[in-house]
């Protein structure tokens, strides 16, 4: 049985999606990962559904935590999975909507959106393909679900704005290998090994292109090495645009990344305010927005963000108010662990001090 400070640091690294640091943690204490109960009835998979945590998932999988375990309210870690992703092409959709119409915002929501597709739901519906037919209380089957979820899909690829994801028709096409699934043609271990195969096949081919034009790559340097001959023109155009389009892809990365951990601060922040009972808090219980260090908590809160929007002004005033010193004490001052209030004190005045620095 895990004690309840050991299942909150466990919680608190999968929202953080740090599978290492969790392996270090349960291999240390040595913790039997399949024994540990959350409330509602639900296991550690459960929690990474929830808070699209894809790296620890896989991490929980291969250590042997049951995938068809249900809650409380009869949903597995794929019902959870499934409701993530729609709610983010719900926030995607309604960025339009509001008054800061953040595009780049949308952009990533909908990315994200597609990445909880290819990193949790993909994975739990090839490793238990029985889960899709399993109903929660509400009577909700998880491949009513994955309907819901493509014709959201569908529905935003008419809209003139989403033609910037037509690089993730992969989404909607491998969705529909599993909603065209018919069982009068195939036996659900037919159709499973079926869809692993071609899912690791695709993988195998992009390994070998990748390895293809590597290999070309350097050969073709070597050449030019040998002869002393300076390199083609053509290749010349060829490398400076593959040096574009990696910079590209980076930024993108970078500007997903941020959006994430964005994302996890709200949520654990959300987390604390609707606590019925809040416990003592210690400096590693505060949500900051970046819990590797105070240097980059502006990063995780305005990167990517248009100063000039509305919408821009409007958080960085929340935030204020959120991290403002007097504010803060108010709220949670009477929860704060003496051995750390000094500490968590110091950290608000400085986070609200760079806060202020932003108004112009």
């Known amino acids: ?5 050991s299942v909150s640091k466990m919680k608190r690294y999968i929202e953080e999606d740090r599978p290492r640091r969790l392996r270090t943690y349960v291999k240390k204490h040595h913790i039997q990962l399949c024994d540990v109960t959350l409330n509602k009835g639900r296991n550690l998979l459960h929690y990474c559904c929830k808070y699209g945590s894809g790296a620890t998932m896989k991490y929980l999988i291969s250590e042997g935590v049951y995938c068809i375990v249900q ?17 983010l092409e719900e ?54 679900l994955l309907h819901t979820l493509v014709q959201k899909r569908e529905s935003a690829k008419g809209n003139e704005v989403h033609t910037a994801f037509t690089h993730s028709e992969f989404f909607v096409v491998r969705v529909y290998d599993f909603m065209s699934y018919e069982t009068e043609n195939e036996t659900y271990n037919d159709w499973a090994d079926r869809i692993r195969e071609e ?81 003592m808090l210690g400096f590693d219980d505060i949500p900051w927005p970046c819990t590797k260090g105070q240097e980059n908590d502006m990063t995780v809160l305005f990167e990517g963000m248009d100063r000039t929007e509305v919408g821009y002004k409007k958080y960085l005033r929340d935030q204020q108010i959120r991290w403002h010193p007097d504010k803060f004490m108010q709220r949670f001052g009477q929860y704060l662990d003496s051995a750390d209030k000094d500490r968590i004190v110091q950290r608000v005045t400085v986070l609200s001090q760079n806060l202020n620095k932003l108004v112009t």
Do not use: W
């Open 71 to 87: 809650d409380s309210s009869m949903n597995t870690p794929l019902h959870l999975a499934l409701d993530r992703a729609l709610r």
């Open 199 to 279: 899912f690791y096949a695709r993988k195998r081919a992009q390994s070998q292109q990748y390895q293809r034009t590597e290999t070309g790559r350097k050969n073709s340097k070597r050449k030019h090495s040998d002869s002393g001959q300076p390199e083609d023109e053509e290749l010349k155009n060829a490398r400076a645009k593959m040096r574009k389009k990696y910079e590209e892809n980076r930024q993108k990365d970078k500007e997903m990344d941020v959006l994430k951990k964005r994302m996890k601060y709200e949520q654990r922040y959300r987390k604390l305010l609707d606590c019925d009972s809040i416990h």
């Open 91 to 144: 926030e995607g959709e309604s960025a339009l909507t509001t008054q800061c119409k953040y595009m780049k915002n949308y952009h990533l929501y909908m990315l994200l959106a597609g990445d909880s597709y290819t990193e949790m739901i993909l994975p739990l519906i090839e490793r238990f393909p029985g889960s899709l037919d399993m109903r929660n209380k509400a009577g909700e089957t998880c491949r009513s």
């Open 1 to 5: 049985m895990s004690s309840s400070k």
